[in-house]
Structures are given as C-alpha cells and as structure tokens.
C-alpha cells in the first residue's frame, strides 16, 4: 500500500509529464491564440491576468507586448511549466502562481485584461469563473476568452457534450452562444 505522501508524489509526477506534453502540444501555437492577442488589443502599460494559462501559452505570448502578467493555474505543474517557459525564454515581467479561477487569491480590480483560452469548459462552476474575471477587471478593462462552443441544436450540443466527457474526464461543459452571452451579461461584462 502507498502512503499518502508517495501517492502525492506519482500525482504531482503525472502533472509535470501532463505539463511537459501540453507545452509541445498544438495549444502552443495556433489561430486562435493569434486572434485571442489580436482581441485583447494589448498595450505597453496593460498589466494582464491569464487565467487557467497551462503551460503559459498566453501569458508568454503577451509578456513582450504589456507592463506585467500573472498567469495562473489550479495544476501545480502547469504553474511550473509556465514557470520554466518564462525563465528559459527571459520574460522578467511574469508572474506565476497557483489560483482556482472560481476563487482568484486576488485584490478587486487591479487588471486591464484577463485572459482565458482553452479552459472554461473545464469549469465546474462557469458563472463564479466569469464572475471572478470582472471582479479583477478595472473598470473599462478588457475580458477575452476563447474556448470551445457547442452548437445551438439540442440534440447535437447533448451528443457532443457526452463525446466530450468520455473523451476527457475533467471536461464540463461547452456552452451555447446564447449561454455564452448570458454568463458574461450576469457578471456585467
């Protein structure tokens, strides 16, 4: 039988590899991430939020284009990797650490832009996730997610919904553009 601590230490090690694959993987790089930096319109003295970074793809992407970024994440070795990204790469102006994005550890309002991409439908509580993304907005600032989108027909969002969840285990929910609208309306964004 394990103890506790060893148990913790495989956990911790299926996080670093989990970690050191998602940095190589296709989230790297991508359309998407181009559009999510064109849409955040990012300026020299914005200071970001990157929550649910990963491996830091966002925050490293932004890094050279703003004051500062604190990128965060619940995995431990997410949080490393983003880490260790920044380091390797020379960023001085990042900012790592552990925060669920249903409770930021953060002050009200200090942020020009949050970011999130690839991660909402992870999620288990959506509306306290948005919520806690305009509480650390300054007012006027900037909230730019992307993530997956299910379609507007019942039948095919319930399909894809359950595909999902036997694909991924830590897959919640990808939400309807009407829902989309609804949860950010409700957290006044």
Wanted: overall charge negative; glycine content about 6%.
């Amino acid at each position: 039988m394990t103890t506790s601590r060893s148990r913790k230490v495989q956990i911790e090690s299926q996080f670093s590899r989990a970690a050191d694959m998602y940095a190589i993987s296709e989230h790297h790089s991508g359309s998407d991430l181009d559009t999510l930096i064109e849409f955040a319109e990012p300026v020299s003295d914005d200071v970001v939020l990157d929550v649910a970074t990963g491996a830091g793809h966002v925050a490293l992407a932004l890094a050279p284009l703003v004051s500062s970024v604190v990128a965060t994440d619940l995995a431990t070795g997410m949080v490393d990797k983003a880490r260790e990204r920044g380091t390797e790469a020379g960023v001085p102006n990042l900012e790592c650490g552990i925060a669920d994005a249903e409770r930021l550890p953060l002050d009200d309002e200090p942020f020009d832009l949050v970011t999130c991409r690839i991660a909402p439908h992870h999620f288990v509580d959506i509306n306290a996730a948005i919520g806690e993304a305009a509480r650390v907005l300054r007012p006027g600032g900037r909230y730019v997610v992307v993530d997956s989108m299910s379609p507007d027909d019942p039948e095919l969002d319930a399909f894809l919904d359950m595909v999902e969840r036997r694909r991924d285990p830590t897959h919640v929910r990808s939400y309807r553009r009407d829902e989309w609208m609804r949860i950010i309306e409700r957290a006044g964004l």
